[in-house]
T-cell receptor, first 113, second 114 residues
Framework: DGGITQSPKYLFRKEGQNVTLSCEQN?????MYWYRQDPGQGLRLIYY???????QKGDIAEGYSVSREKKESFPLTVTSAQKNPTAFYLC????????????FGQGTRLTVV | SQQGEEDPQALSIQEGENATMNCSYK?????LQWYRQNSGRGLVHLIL?????REKHSGRLRVTLDTSKKSSSLLITASRAADTASYFC??????????????FGKGTKLTVNP
């Protein structure tokens, strides 16, 4: 059953703590993306990767880090430098080359406690 | 920066009516896509229209694209309560070197009342 899986669904972070959000896909997609969504808002691009071992900053990369060691996996770390991390995080993947749809995971809701 | 801007921000209609949502964008594009998001869930792809296409249909969905006005519209005909969701347009900017990323607008929240 092909798809893209995010875990966990809910995550609580203490002040000053780093947390890592998981994103795994078995769709054989080269491109993967991380977006942040705040209540009532659209999606803002954090990081994206077109190929293994390469990634680019999106519009709001500060306070976040990623790695792309495997084609299937694109984990996002929310560091303590991110001052307002409470949000809904969405991972997506797609084929490269443009004119192709993106497939989204079900999201991770991160709350700072 | 957000490329697309949907209009209206919220839309409430009765079941059976048509719903029209608009999207404007700023730069030239390779394609424009529409996605749907149920509350608290991931996005689901609805339809993709390429920059050289003017209209596309998929079931009860009709999308138009006017590249001269940098705008697109999504029409949902004969709406159902199950169509209640947020709808987002996303553009694939046509940049030198090819960014190959999707840029989303803020969405239109559609409520279909039974």
């Amino acid at each position: 059953d092909g798809g893209i899986t995010q875990s966990p669904k809910y995550l609580f972070r203490k002040e000053g703590q780093n947390v890592t959000l998981s994103c795994e896909q078995n769709l054989n997609h080269d491109a993967m993306y991380w977006y942040r969504q705040d209540p009532g808002q659209g999606l803002r691009l954090i990081y994206y990767s077109q190929i293994v071992n390469d990634f680019q900053k999106g519009d709001i990369a500060e306070g976040y880090s990623v790695s792309r060691e495997k084609k299937e996996s694109f984990p996002l770390t929310v560091t303590s430098a991110q001052k307002n991390p409470t949000a809904f995080y969405l991972c997506a993947s797609s084929h490269r080359g443009g004119n192709t749809e993106a497939f989204f995971g079900q999201g991770t809701r991160l709350t700072v406690v | 920066s957000q490329q697309g801007e949907e209009d209206p921000q919220a839309l409430s209609i009765q079941e059976g009516e048509n719903a029209t949502m608009n999207c404007s964008y700023k730069t030239s594009i390779n394609n424009l896509q529409w996605y749907r998001q149920n509350s608290g869930r991931g996005l689901v792809h609805l339809i993709l229209i390429r920059s050289n296409e003017r209209e596309k249909h998929s079931g009860r969905l009709r999308v138009t694209l006017d590249t001269s006005k940098k705008s697109s519209s999504l029409l949902i005909t004969a709406s159902r309560a199950a169509d209640t969701a947020s709808y987002f347009c996303a553009t694939d900017p046509n940049t030198q070197g090819g960014s190959e990323k999707l840029v989303f607008g803020k969405g239109t929240k559609l409520t279909v009342n039974p």
